[in-house]
T-cell receptor, first 113, second 115 residues
């Protein structure tokens, strides 16, 4: 069965700090890994990663995938209070049909002043 | 707003009652997914549709659960004889895919509380 493990489970940092969130996975026929941000509502898409070693970047957020070691990291630099959320990692397996995402339990990030 | 919408946003019901949720995907999206999320957990896949065809159902989807997407547009998820363990956030997502990985856009969810 597909498995996604995120660490840490929760994290409290001060505004301006840099954080690294981890996601390790076990999946048959890996297709992609996705990062979502979830505040008090539905997950919003951040990144989709399909190839090893290619960093994806969006503003202060960046992410990279290592398909050999089966993990991904999400970096947030110069954190702001608006970054406080649950960050979810999900893997998508290639079934030949649709994407069936398997999610981790998330990392709860709290950014304080 | 052209995103995924869900209705109602909150539902409180008594154990044993039936409930129905609706999801309206992004209009050009051909795939629609239902997930369930309980407190402290990531979303868990329930079922998905490619146009109007329901192509996969999770083991989590007991016979009390039924989902439809009659015209390949909006979808409904019905839970019959609700139980307290059904209390969760029910999320709908949609995507458009012509092969390869797809990006699922989530709706705001319907939070169900079964008393």
């Amino acid at each position: 069965e597909d498995k996604v493990v995120q660490s840490p489970l929760s994290l409290v940092v001060h505004e301006g700090d840099t954080v690294t969130l981890n996601c390790s996975y076990e999946v048959t026929n890996f297709r992609s890994l996705l990062w979502y941000k979830q505040e008090k509502k539905a997950p919003t898409f951040l990144f989709m990663l399909t190839s090893s070693g290619i960093e994806k970047k969006s503003g202060r957020l960046s992410s990279i995938l290592d398909k050999k070691e089966l993990f991904s990291i999400l970096n947030i630099t110069a954190t702001q209070t608006g970054d406080s959320a649950i960050y979810l990692c999900a893997v998508d397996r290639n079934t030949g049909t649709a994407s069936k995402l398997t999610f981790g339990t998330g990392t709860r990030l709290q950014v304080t002043l | 707003d052209t995103g995924v919408s869900q209705d109602p946003r909150h539902k409180i019901t008594k154990r044993g009652q039936n409930v129905t949720f609706r999801c309206d995907p992004i209009s050009e999206h051909n795939r629609l997914y239902w997930y369930r999320q309980t407190l402290g957990q990531g979303p868990e896949f329930l079922t998905y549709f490619q146009n109007e065809a329901q192509l996969e159902k999770s083991r989590l989807l007991s016979d009390r659960f039924s989902a439809e997407r009659p015209k390949g547009s909006f979808s409904t998820l019905e839970i019959q004889r609700t139980e307290q363990g059904d209390s969760a956030m029910y999320l709908c997502a949609s995507s458009f895919v012509a092969g390869g990985p797809d990006e699922q856009f989530f709706g705001p969810g319907t939070r169900l509380t079964v008393l």
